[in-house]
């Protein structure tokens, strides 16, 4: 069955450094655009990264551009947010998020359970 399982996550001070993993399985990763997004408490799910699916091209959320870089390993089936300079504003409970749009137009996507990220002194 498809998995995506986060990892890295967990309790950091201000100006310091995380990397978050996300291990994929259960389907094609090499097919599928990786995104991490990102749920502070009692706000929405919002979108932090996103990277193609053959990894040549990578966007971000302009709160995040500079600090964060995502990446991907293809052999593997594993896609990394590395976070520096954090900040306690990206507090947040972050998933990762595989998609695609198959040739009908049909959408598949699929999500993890999600790894918190506590910035805090």
């Known amino acids: 069955q498809v998995q995506l399982v986060e990892s890295g996550g967990g309790l950091v001070q201000p100006g310091g450094s995380l990397r978050l993993s996300c291990a994929a399985s259960?389907?094609?990763?090499?097919?599928?655009?990786m995104k991490w997004y990102r749920q502070a408490p009692g706000l929405e799910r919002d979108l932090v990264a996103h990277?193609?699916?053959?990894?040549?091209?990578?966007n971000y959320a302009d709160s995040v551009k500079g600090r964060f870089t995502i990446s991907r390993d293809n052999d593997k089936s594993l896609v990394y947010l590395q976070m520096n300079s954090l900040k306690p504003e990206d507090t947040a409970v972050y998933y990762c998020?595989?998609?695609?749009?198959?040739?009908?137009?049909?959408?598949?996507?699929?999500w993890g359970q999600g790894t918190q990220v506590t910035v805090s002194s």
């Open positions: 990277i193609r699916s053959d990894g040549g091209s990578t």
């Open positions: 998020n595989a998609e695609r749009v198959g040739r009908d137009a049909t959408r598949y996507t699929y």
């Open positions: 259960g389907f094609t990763f090499s097919r599928y655009a």
